[in-house]
């Protein structure tokens, strides 16, 4: 079977750096994807890790451990539009069969 | 270009009744997927669509059915609602059957069942 775990909610001050991590079960490895949703709103694609390693997109970097199960998020120089839940997901075996985390409710401060 | 276009936005219905609802993928994307997600949680997998065939399914029963066309787009149907079926509707579209294909979600049907 296949599990993901995440934290359900954070909270930080904007300005500020914030890890969102994520922990997966998978009987296949196939990558892990995060999607970024705003409230009332479709997921968008942030990032896509298939290989161990950090991988950094702007603002944004994404880090992957596969012996260990474990990604994480990384927000930096957050801001008020950062405020979103991010969603942790991963292919179930074949094609585009994703399994979700519960989503990670970040709420940034002034 | 036009992103992925859900129909309706909002639908209310009560126990029984019967709902369709409709997706139309980005430009140029071949695959459909249908996702549940209730309040509070992540997406869950409903069924994938491609070549006109569901090809892969998860674990719904079979009110649950649906259909796409020859130009990509996809219904999902539900039979006999019941409230638990209360829920955001996510349509995904993307190309061809790779398991490290990005997915682009339509902005959802809000369905509540009474």
């Known amino acids: 079977g296949q599990n993901i775990d995440q934290p359900t909610e954070m909270t930080a001050t904007e300005g500020a750096i914030v890890q969102i991590n994520c922990t997966y079960q998978?009987?296949?490895?196939?990558?892990l994807f995060w999607y970024q949703q705003h409230a009332g709103e479709a997921p968008t694609f942030l990032s896509y890790n298939v290989l161990d390693g950090l991988e950094e997109k702007g603002r944004f970097s994404s880090f992957l451990s596969r012996s260990k199960g474990y990604s994480y998020l990384l927000l930096k120089e957050l801001q008020m539009k950062d405020s979103a839940s991010y969603l942790c997901?991963?292919?179930?075996?074949?094609?585009?069969?994703?399994?979700f985390g519960p989503g990670t409710r970040l709420s940034v401060l002034p | 270009d036009a992103g992925v276009t859900q129909s309706p936005t909002h639908l209310i219905k009560t126990r029984g009744q019967q709902v369709t609802l409709r997706c139309s993928p980005k430009?140029?994307?071949?695959?459909v997927s249908w996702y549940q997600q209730a309040l509070g949680q992540g997406p869950q997998f409903i069924f994938q669509?491609?070549?006109?065939?569901?090809?892969q399914r998860g674990n719904f029963p079979d009110r649950f059915s649906g259909h796409q066309f020859p130009n990509y787009s996809s219904e999902l149907n539900v039979n006999a609602l019941l409230l638990g079926d209360s829920a955001l509707y996510l349509c995904a579209s993307s190309w061809g059957r790779a398991t490290n294909e990005k997915l682009f979600f339509g902005s959802g049907t809000q369905l509540s069942v009474l």
């Open positions: 669509y491609y070549e006109e065939e569901e090809r």
């Open positions: 430009s140029g994307h071949d695959t």
């Open positions: 997901a991963a292919p179930r075996g074949y094609g585009q069969n994703f399994v």
């Open positions: 998978t009987s296949g490895f196939n990558g």
